[in-house]
């Protein structure tokens, strides 16, 4: 083979390898992209229950003195 051919194809495989390279940063990337989403989904979701079991602890304690005095009958 000459070796103008042989450049040609080395050359050609390289810049096979380097589309791949790039395909796999750009899928890297939205993966990574995707898992910060849902991080900060389930840490947003986990903050909302814990105010809300919060709100919930806060509650007892007048649901009880409610109960104490009869205030509920």
């Known amino acids: 083979m000459p070796v103008c051919g042989q450049f040609f194809q080395m050359e050609c495989l390289i810049m096979q390898e380097l589309r791949i ?17 849902l991080a900060r989904f389930y840490d947003a979701r986990l903050r909302e229950f814990q105010y809300f ?19 509920f009958i």
């Open 21 to 37: 390279v790039k395909t796999l940063e750009t899928v890297l990337a939205r993966f990574t992209r995707c898992e910060l989403f």
């Open 53 to 71: 079991l919060m709100k919930k602890l806060e509650f007892v304690p007048v649901l009880l003195e409610g109960v104490r005095t009869n205030a």
